[in-house]
C-alpha cells in the first residue's frame, strides 16, 4: 500500500504563492489534492496522471494552481498563486495505486492519504 507525505503549508497574505510537495512511497497510478476547510466537506482541487500526467482542475483554483510531478523522485507539486482567503483549508494529498479507469477528484477513488497540511490566507 502505497504512503504520501505532504509538506509546504504555511500563512501568506491574500494574493501570495506556496507549493506545497508530497512524496508517494512506490508506484501510483493519479495523486491529487483535496483540502477541508472548517465545517466544510473535503474537496478536491486538482489530479494528475503519473503515467501521462494529464491534469484536472476543479473550477475554483483554475488558472492560478498548478499540478505538476517529478517521477524520478516519486513527488507532485501543487504551486498555488494568487492565494485567496477562501483558499484556507488543510490540504491533502492522495493517491491511487492502480488502474485502470479514470481519477476523478472525489474522496473515495483514492486509496492512500498524508496527514495533511495547513494552508491560511489573510491579512
Known sequence: Q???????????????????????????????????????????????????????YADSVKGRFTISQDRGKNTVYLQMNSLKPEDTAMYYCAARGGGPGSCPLSVDRYGAWGQGTQVNVSS
Open 2 to 56: 502505497v504512503q504520501v507525505v505532504e509538506s509546504g503549508g504555511g500563512s501568506v497574505q491574500p494574493g501570495g504563492s506556496l507549493r506545497l510537495s508530497c512524496v508517494a512511497s512506490g508506484y501510483t497510478y493519479c495523486m491529487a489534492w483535496f483540502r477541508q476547510a472548517p465545517g466544510k466537506e473535503r474537496e478536491g482541487v486538482a489530479r494528475i496522471f503519473s503515467g501521462s500526467g494529464n491534469t484536472y
